[in-house]
């Protein structure tokens, strides 16, 4: 009887191990024959960290791609605009072809250079124009970088502090979760150590992300209209008329304080600290929203800046000209990132700061990119 029951749960077993097959196999189908790039959109989803927040980066090192993008806001949709783009990461995970650096970026998605190839990153813009070694470590924080000792044994000379206006208020203080920037260090640099860790955890994280699955959900939520878009006259934006509420004096006091506090931790180890603010895209385009609010707060938090000698770049006033008086693009059409225009409009404004030009220069027409270049965009 026992010899019966026993048969019974291996053919049980066995039927559930066959069952369970097909979905164990995939993921290793996906990274070992698959392509990497097979069921991603941008280069961001396919090279990002997913589940392995041990390693240095936020994406995998030594990596040279290039893709066919299509804008974040309506991936897979006739609004797509497509692009070919292409990118380098560091043998720690960050978006340069080396680690040279005198000059360091600190930023989100924009300073990485969403839908923007290598050569029109902000970092590589910006290094041509003040002939230095500029490094983009983004994303990261200002923590992430107080707490890498690879900066500590070689201090840049500037840390530029990047922000999209819709994150800013979300700026850590210095400080705030330190002990996980040390070990994100820690555990990094043992990574960094040996091609062979280096090659499990990219491997690892590979398998983690599920991309039919993850794709397959992505085209049910499409067909199903479960995903909204945000899209006035045909231009499509990531949060629509809330990008433009209005902050109290307190929340702009509260943001100025964390910022001052990032110039006085760099003052501290004699590294000077600049912040360029990027406005958001419905900032620059609030006339196409249905409210038309001008939006306040990035002019008055550079004017608290500016109170507290707090270095900043008035990039706002450069973008409404551009946008408003001349119908200069600064954002793809499905894409909330800046386009490669903006950046060359930034780079030339940071360029006359780390040059000692005063900030009326912020507002000199000479520093606008020749508008011929819209040509060649693809918004």
């Known amino acids: 009887m026992k010899v019966i029951k026993n048969k019974g749960v291996m053919r049980l077993l066995r039927k559930l191990t066959l069952l369970a097959l097909p979905f164990l196999v995939w993921p290793l189908v996906e990274v070992f024959v698959l392509p990497m790039n097979f069921f991603t959109f941008r280069i961001w989803e396919t090279i990002s ?20 993008e299509e804008g974040e806001l309506a991936p897979h ?19 340069n072809r080396d680690t040279k650096c005198e000059v360091l970026l600190i930023g989100d998605s924009n300073i990485t250079g969403a839908k923007l190839s290598q050569e029109e990153t902000l970092a590589e813009v910006l290094e041509r124009k003040i002939k230095k070694d500029v490094y983009s470590f983004a994303p990261a924080t200002v923590n992430r970088f107080l707490a890498t000792d690879r900066f500590q044994q070689e201090p840049p000379e500037l840390v530029i502090v990047s922000s999209i206006e819709r994150r800013i208020p979300e700026l850590p203080a210095v400080g705030e979760n330190g002990i996980n920037s040390r070990i994100r260090n820690m555990t990094g640099n043992i990574i960094n150590s040996s091609g062979f860790l280096t090659w499990l955890a990219v491997t690892a994280d590979r398998i983690s992300k599920l991309g039919l699955y993850h794709k397959t959900l992505a085209t049910i939520d499409r067909k199903l209209a479960n995903r909204q878009y945000i899209n006035y006259n045909n231009e499509f934006f990531i949060e629509g008329e809330i990008a433009n509420r209005t902050f109290s004096e307190q929340e702009v006091q509260q943001i100025a304080d964390v910022l001052e506090g990032y110039k006085l931790a ?63 693009a ?30 009326e220069s912020d507002k000199n027409e000479s520093f606008f990119v020749n508008y011929a270049d819209q040509k060649r965009i693809s918004k």
């Open 49 to 68: 960290v997913n589940k392995m927040r041990v390693m240095s980066g936020p994406f995998y090192p030594n990596i040279h791609m290039q893709m066919e």
């Open 77 to 95: 949709t006739p609004f797509a605009r497509k692009r070919v783009v292409e990118w380098y990461t560091d043998e720690y995970g960050y978006r």
């Open 266 to 328: 760099l003052q501290e180890r004699g590294i000077k600290f600049l912040f360029l603010p990027i406005p958001n895209k419905e900032n620059i385009y609030y006339k196409m929203l249905p409210s038309k609010k001008k939006p306040d707060f990035l002019p008055r938090l550079m004017a608290e800046l500016r109170k507290r000698d707090v270095a900043v770049v008035d990039m706002q006033t450069n973008f409404e000209q551009l946008h408003q008086e001349n119908n200069v």
């Open 330 to 359: 600064l954002y793809p059409v499905d894409d909330a990132h800046w386009n490669n225009v903006a950046v060359e409009v930034a780079a030339n404004l940071v360029t006359q700061r780390v040059q000692g030009q005063t900030q």
